[in-house]
């Protein structure tokens, strides 16, 4: 018996991980972004957070208010700028006839950025990318269990009619359609593979 918990040790102990300061840099993040998340759960607020940390993110320089319009050598910059802000993006599910907009939108930023995070060179960080979208999956989706871990690519239509038990693992590029509520059952692997 003492054989077999050493090798459970090891095997969890050999799993790649970022380095000590990556890693308190990352959950630190983290850390953050849940505690703004939650204590601001309103459209306009959770758009400002999301879109000064994709400024950050994908610039590297912090927000700094409204842009010079007027310069047409400026204009892709600009663009790139106000695609930042949930308030300027128009994404699928606000085309879908059957949305509750009022369900919607204070989760559309956080969305905004999931899509945002998986498209960027960050989206390849398995170690962040799970946590990440864990964590912002619970502020996005009716429930959420315990130990579930979504994998680069993962969408869904609505967000918040999806319900996901304990030790779900959602597979790379897996579409989730919650235009009616979806439970995803505890252990399950969804994917796109037919």
């Known amino acids: 018996m003492p054989e077999v918990m050493n090798q459970s040790v090891r095997e969890q102990t050999d799993v790649p991980r970022p380095s000590p300061e990556g890693e308190l840099v990352f959950r630190r993040w ?25 400024h950050m993110l994908f610039l590297g320089k912090p927000h700094g208010g409204r842009t010079n319009t007027t310069l047409v050598t400026d204009l892709p910059l600009n663009v790139l700028m106000e695609s930042f802000d949930a308030r300027n993006a128009v994404l699928t599910a606000e085309m879908e006839e059957d949305i509750d907009r009022n369900r919607f939108y204070p989760i559309k930023p956080l969305i905004l950025f999931w899509r ?25 989706f009716a429930s959420m269990g315990r130990r579930v871990r979504f994998k680069r690519g993962v969408t869904f239509t609505f967000g918040y009619n999806l319900s996901i038990e304990d030790d779900a693992i959602i597979e790379p590029n897996t579409h989730l359609d919650d235009r009616q509520p979806l439970t995803i059952p505890s252990g399950t692997y969804p994917s796109s593979k037919r």
């Open 116 to 140: 945002s995070f998986d498209l960027s060179a960050l989206g390849l960080n398995l170690w962040l990318g799970c946590r990440f979208r864990g964590m912002l999956g619970q502020h996005i």
């Open 30 to 54: 983290l850390h953050n972004l849940n505690d703004e998340f939650t204590r601001h759960t309103g459209y306009d607020r959770r758009s400002e957070i999301v879109r000064d940390e994709l």
